[in-house]
């Protein structure tokens, strides 16, 4: 069984910043790609960052220069650093885990995290 359990999130003014963590648990293998998910109300969910097995990063463009995804392999763990945070960051964000279990790849999601930016 893994689980994936995140941390960190919480109200923040315009400009300020917050950083999301998600360690991974359980019998894992290997862990693959990493991302960052976030769901804004009445929105779908949309890929924030991703960063691969190897460190290799991505974001989207609507974040790309303020945040930051990083991974510590020895404790399967990935963070996001939110920057110069915007009120249009608002959404509850969650991680995504390729995580390999007995040979075999699978997804695994956290449970969410609230962000809220707000004066």
């Known amino acids: 069984q893994v689980q994936l359990v995140q941390s960190g999130g919480g109200l923040v003014q315009p400009g300020g910043s917050l950083r999301l963590a998600c360690a991974a648990s359980?019998?894992?293998?290997?862990?693959?790609?990493m991302d960052w998910y976030r769901q804004a109300p009445g929105k779908q969910r949309e890929l924030v960052a991703t960063v691969t097995s190897d460190g290799s990063t991505n974001y989207a463009d609507s974040v790309k220069g303020r945040f930051t995804i990083s991974r510590d392999n020895a404790k399967n763990t990935v963070y996001l650093q939110m920057n110069s945070l915007k009120p249009e960051d608002t959404a509850v964000y969650y991680c995504?885990?390729?995580?390999?279990?007995?040979?075999?790849?699978?997804?695994?999601w956290g449970q969410g995290t609230q962000v809220t930016v707000s004066s």
């Open positions: 359980g019998s894992i293998f290997s862990i693959d790609t």
């Open positions: 995504r885990g390729t995580i390999v279990v007995e040979r075999r790849a699978s997804i695994y």
